[in-house]
């Protein structure tokens, strides 16, 4: 079985400053990876994906994550945070007809 | 606009009664499935079903029933076998089970035993 782990369940950064989520997974494949965004007492909203092609994947609200194979690593990035970001991320994998994620990264942005 | 409508957002169950949670969409999908979402813990996956009339177990379903009988709607009844039901519920949809497009959610349903 997959497994996604996102390192750090709580990050906390201050406004303007650089965003850096963690995620790694375990697959043998090369897996579909995806990025959601969640808001209090809301479902998740995709923020970007990698299926195939340029490993540097740019998504909405500023958002870009990078597949790096060989660290099986899809980190999520953003160059300055806003009070707006402030939320919960979770890293999945789909690998075959299965989707796997991540315990979900809870990101505070401080003024 | 296409989407995902989960009813109700919150729901209180009294201990013994088996409580219903609605889902439907309207974005054509085959594919339609039910996530339990408890603090720390991340999604995990209750039932799914890849087409009408067929549904398939995840890895939590022990407690839970769930029906397809029309492509839109996937409703998931919480029964009373299901010891910790209180939690947050959320039911996604796909085009199909292999699909790379990833899912979208519903809005959730917050389930509280009283």
């Known amino acids: 079985a997959q497994s996604v782990t996102q390192l750090g369940s709580h990050v906390s950064v201050s406004e303007g400053a650089l965003v850096l989520l963690r995620c790694n997974y375990s697959?043998?494949?090369?897996?579909?990876l995806f990025w959601y965004v969640q808001y209090p007492n809301q479902g998740l909203q995709l923020l970007l994906k990698?299926?195939?092609?340029?490993?540097l994947v740019k998504g909405i609200n500023g958002f870009e994550a990078e597949f790096k194979k060989s660290e099986t690593s899809f980190h999520l990035t953003k160059p300055s945070a806003h009070m707006s970001d402030a939320a919960e991320y979770f890293c999945?994998?789909?690998?075959?007809?299965?989707?796997?994620f991540g315990s979900g990264t809870k990101l505070n942005v401080k003024p | 606009d296409g989407g995902i409508t989960q009813s109700p957002k919150y729901l209180f169950r009294k201990e013994g009664q088996n409580v219903t949670l609605s889902c439907e969409q309207n974005?054509?999908?085959?594919?339609m499935y039910w996530y339990r979402q408890d603090p720390g813990q991340g999604l995990r996956l209750i039932y799914y079903?890849?087409?009408?009339?067929?549904?398939q177990k995840g890895d939590i379903a022990e407690g839970y029933s769930v029906s397809r009988e029309k492509k839109e709607s996937f409703p998931l009844t919480v029964t009373s076998a299901q010891k910790n039901p209180t939690a947050f519920y959320l039911c996604?949809?796909?085009?199909?089970?292999?699909?790379?497009?990833?899912?979208?959610f519903g809005s959730g349903t917050r389930l509280t035993v009283v």
């Open positions: 996604a949809s796909s085009t199909d089970l292999l699909t790379r497009d990833g899912y979208t």
């Open positions: 697959s043998s494949v090369p897996p579909y």
């Open positions: 990698y299926t195939t092609g340029a490993t």
């Open positions: 974005l054509n999908h085959d594919a």
């Open positions: 079903s890849q087409i009408v009339n067929d549904f």
């Open positions: 999945a994998v789909k690998s075959f007809n299965k989707f796997y």
